[in-house]
């Protein structure tokens, strides 16, 4: 995971796949930013995989802060549309409109 700041937000690029043998330091890094930081973005073009572990971590930081979820790959937007998480999380095409 890859961590910076882009326009005053903080963007977090997340790859490789996502269970919960893998998700801790996604996790931690996520749950400190929303807690000082009023919008947060998390950039999931590189994720290979995501399962239910991954959903309720994106679920539980938009609870805390503005989160925007960047260009996410096939597997993870099917997973969005069939929970019905793409209608309550911010979901962007790219980084330009989640940091707008």
Same mark, same amino acid.
């Given at each position: 995971?890859?961590?910076?700041?882009?326009?005053?937000?903080?963007?977090?690029?997340?790859?490789? @796949?996502?269970?919960? %043998?893998?998700?801790t330091? *996604?996790?931690?890094?996520?749950?400190?930013?929303a807690?000082?930081?009023? /919008? &947060?973005?998390?950039?999931?073009? @590189?994720?290979?995989? %995501?399962?239910?572990?991954? *959903?309720?971590?994106?679920i539980?930081?938009?609870?805390?802060?503005?989160? /925007? &979820?960047?260009?996410?790959?096939?597997?993870?937007?099917?997973?969005?549309?069939?929970?019905?998480?793409?209608?309550?999380?911010?979901v962007?095409?790219?980084?330009?409109?989640?940091?707008?």
């Amino acid at each position: 995971m890859v961590q910076y700041e882009w326009h005053k937000v903080q963007v977090f690029v997340a790859h490789g @796949a996502y269970d919960p %043998a893998s998700i801790t330091p *996604l996790s931690e890094a996520l749950q400190s930013a929303a807690e000082k930081h009023s /919008r &947060v973005v998390l950039d999931c073009a @590189a994720v290979a995989f %995501a399962d239910s572990t991954f *959903l309720n971590l994106l679920i539980g930081i938009h609870h805390t802060t503005d989160l /925007r &979820v960047v260009a996410p790959p096939a597997q993870l937007r099917r997973l969005l549309e069939l929970t019905g998480a793409d209608r309550v999380l911010k979901v962007q095409a790219n980084l330009e409109d989640a940091t707008a």
